[in-house]
C-alpha cells in the first residue's frame, strides 16, 4: 500500500452523487474498511440521516448532539474560536473563517478531543458525526447548505493526522457549497449506469473544474450488473478518472431487506477491491496543508467580500492571519507522538 502522507495517514474523503447513487453504501463501506486499521471520522452529511444505522449507531446521536442544531453548534463555535481575537463574537465566526495560532483545532486522534467527545459517537476506532437537519424542515431541502456551515467549521480546523475523515454528502451542488469541495483530498462521485449518471458526472466535472478541485474528483461506477453497464460507463467516463465498479450486490439487497448494520467482510470480494482501490488512491493524494489553508483564505476573502456580510458584520478579512501554518502543525502532531 502507498503511504505518501509525511504526517501519518492524514486523510479526508467524500463521497458525493444524486441520490439513490451509492453514497451512503459506500461511506459505510469505506469507513468500516479504514476503521480496521486507522481512527476514523464519519460524518453523515445528508439531509437524510442514514449513515448511523448502516455503521451500527442506532440511536447514539440525539439531535442535540447533531452539529447543526443551534446549541450544538455555538458550542462547537466556542470551543473553536478558543483565544483567536480576531472573531470578535459569535455571530461573526463564518463559515469560511478559516483557522489561526489562538483558535483550538480538533485532532482527529485524540479520543479525549472535547468536540469529538461532546458530538460524536464511538464505537472502537470509528467514530460517527451527524450534521442533522435541525432547522431545516420548514425551509426545505435547498437550504441545507446552512446546516453544513459548521461541518466547513470542523473541517478546517480539523487535523486528520494519523486518521481517516469519511462523509457521505448531500446529494447536489451544496456538497461543494463554500469550503466544502476545497476540504477534501479525495471526492468520490457514485454513478449508476444511466444516462441520469452520466449527466451527473458532467454537472460535478463543471463544478470541480469551476472550484478548481478537479484533480481530486474521481468516479466510481455503482449497481453494475453487466458486462455493458461496464462499458456504458467506461465510454463516457474518463479512463484515469474511474477508480472501478462496485457490483450489483446480492449482500447489500439483503441488507436492504433485513436493515441493520452492513459488514464489511460479508461483501463479495470482488466488490471490497474497490474499497483497496479507493484507499490506494486516497493515499496517493499529497494533501498540501498549507495550500489548502491558502485557498481557505482566498474563499474566505471572496465570502466577505459580499455586500451582506460587510453590512451586516463588517469587515472580515482580518480572520485571516496569514502567519499560521498548518502544515507545521501537522508535523509536530506527528513528531509529538512518534
Ligand atoms: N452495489 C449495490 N448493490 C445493491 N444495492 C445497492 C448497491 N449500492 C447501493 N444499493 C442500494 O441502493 C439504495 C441507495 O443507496 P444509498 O447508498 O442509500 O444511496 P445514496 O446515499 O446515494 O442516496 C440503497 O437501498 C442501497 O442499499
Ligand atoms: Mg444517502
Given at each position: 500500500?502507498?503511504?505518501?502522507?509525511?504526517?501519518?495517514?492524514?486523510?479526508?474523503?467524500?463521497?458525493?452523487?444524486?441520490?439513490?447513487?451509492?453514497?451512503?453504501?459506500?461511506?459505510?463501506?469505506?469507513?468500516?474498511?479504514?476503521?480496521?486499521?486507522?481512527?476514523?471520522?464519519?460524518?453523515?452529511?445528508?439531509?437524510?440521516?442514514?449513515?448511523?444505522?448502516?455503521?451500527?449507531?442506532?440511536?447514539?446521536?440525539?439531535?442535540?448532539?447533531?452539529?447543526?442544531?443551534?446549541?450544538?453548534a455555538k458550542?462547537?463555535k466556542?470551543?473553536l474560536k478558543?483565544?483567536n481575537g480576531r472573531i470578535k463574537d459569535l455571530a461573526q465566526f463564518r463559515k469560511t473563517t478559516p483557522p489561526t495560532?489562538?483558535?483550538?483545532?480538533?485532532?482527529?486522534?485524540?479520543?479525549?478531543?472535547?468536540?469529538?467527545?461532546?458530538?460524536?459517537?464511538?464505537?472502537?476506532?470509528?467514530?460517527?458525526?451527524?450534521?442533522?437537519?435541525?432547522?431545516?424542515?420548514?425551509?426545505?431541502?435547498?437550504c441545507?447548505h446552512n446546516n453544513l456551515a459548521i461541518l466547513e467549521n470542523?473541517?478546517s480546523?480539523?487535523?486528520?493526522?494519523?486518521?481517516?475523515?469519511?462523509?457521505?454528502?448531500?446529494?447536489?451542488?451544496d456538497?461543494f457549497a463554500n469550503t466544502l469541495?476545497a476540504?477534501?483530498?479525495?471526492?468520490?462521485?457514485?454513478?449508476?449506469?444511466?444516462?441520469?449518471?452520466?449527466?451527473?458526472?458532467?454537472?460535478?466535472?463543471?463544478?470541480?473544474?469551476?472550484a478548481?478541485?478537479?484533480?481530486?474528483?474521481?468516479?466510481?461506477?455503482?449497481?453494475?450488473?453487466?458486462?455493458?453497464?461496464?462499458?456504458?460507463?467506461?465510454?463516457?467516463?474518463?479512463?484515469?478518472?474511474?477508480?472501478?465498479?462496485?457490483?450489483?450486490?446480492?449482500?447489500?439487497?439483503?441488507?436492504?431487506?433485513?436493515?441493520?448494520?452492513?459488514?464489511?467482510?460479508?461483501?463479495?470480494?470482488?466488490?471490497?477491491?474497490?474499497?483497496?482501490?479507493?484507499?490506494?488512491?486516497?493515499?496517493?493524494?499529497?494533501?498540501?496543508?498549507?495550500?489548502?489553508?491558502?485557498k481557505l483564505f482566498d474563499l474566505h476573502r471572496r465570502y466577505v467580500a459580499q455586500g451582506f456580510i460587510k453590512e451586516r458584520f463588517g469587515d472580515l478579512t482580518n480572520h485571516i492571519d496569514?502567519?499560521?501554518?498548518?502544515?507545521?502543525?501537522?508535523?509536530?502532531?506527528?513528531?509529538?507522538?512518534?
Amino acid at each position: 500500500m502507498p503511504r505518501s502522507s509525511a504526517y501519518g495517514e492524514a486523510m479526508r474523503i467524500a463521497f458525493v452523487g444524486k441520490g439513490g447513487s451509492g453514497k451512503t453504501t459506500l461511506s459505510a463501506l469505506f469507513a468500516q474498511y479504514m476503521s480496521k486499521k486507522y481512527p476514523v471520522l464519519a460524518v453523515d452529511g445528508d439531509l437524510n440521516m442514514h449513515l448511523g444505522g448502516l455503521l451500527g449507531f442506532e440511536d447514539e446521536l440525539p439531535k442535540e448532539k447533531h452539529i447543526s442544531h443551534p446549541e450544538a453548534a455555538k458550542a462547537i463555535k466556542t470551543h473553536l474560536k478558543g483565544k483567536n481575537g480576531r472573531i470578535k463574537d459569535l455571530a461573526q465566526f463564518r463559515k469560511t473563517t478559516p483557522p489561526t495560532a489562538e483558535s483550538n483545532l480538533i485532532f482527529l486522534d485524540d479520543p479525549a478531543d472535547p468536540i469529538l467527545m461532546q458530538f460524536s459517537a464511538v464505537n472502537t476506532t470509528l467514530r460517527l458525526m451527524v450534521v442533522g437537519s435541525y432547522d431545516s424542515e420548514e425551509i426545505g431541502a435547498s437550504c441545507y447548505h446552512n446546516n453544513l456551515a459548521i461541518l466547513e467549521n470542523i473541517l478546517s480546523h480539523l487535523i486528520d493526522a494519523r486518521g481517516v475523515a469519511v462523509a457521505d454528502m448531500v446529494a447536489g451542488v451544496d456538497a461543494f457549497a463554500n469550503t466544502l469541495h476545497a476540504q477534501f483530498d479525495l471526492l468520490v462521485l457514485a454513478v449508476e449506469p444511466t444516462k441520469r449518471g452520466l449527466e451527473v458526472f458532467e454537472q460535478y466535472k463543471k463544478l470541480a473544474e469551476e472550484a478548481g478541485v478537479y484533480d481530486s474528483l474521481y468516479v466510481v461506477g455503482n449497481k453494475v450488473r453487466l458486462e455493458a453497464d461496464e462499458e456504458f460507463i467506461k465510454k463516457y467516463i474518463p479512463q484515469e478518472k474511474l477508480l472501478g465498479f462496485l457490483k450489483e450486490s446480492e449482500y447489500l439487497r439483503r441488507k436492504d431487506q433485513e436493515g441493520g448494520a452492513l459488514n464489511v467482510d460479508m461483501l463479495e470480494e470482488e466488490n471490497r477491491k474497490l474499497l483497496q482501490t479507493i484507499e490506494s488512491k486516497l493515499f496517493s493524494m499529497q494533501p498540501d496543508y498549507q495550500a489548502r489553508l491558502e485557498k481557505l483564505f482566498d474563499l474566505h476573502r471572496r465570502y466577505v467580500a459580499q455586500g451582506f456580510i460587510k453590512e451586516r458584520f463588517g469587515d472580515l478579512t482580518n480572520h485571516i492571519d496569514p502567519t499560521f501554518n498548518l502544515a507545521i502543525i501537522y508535523e509536530k502532531h506527528a513528531s509529538k507522538n512518534n
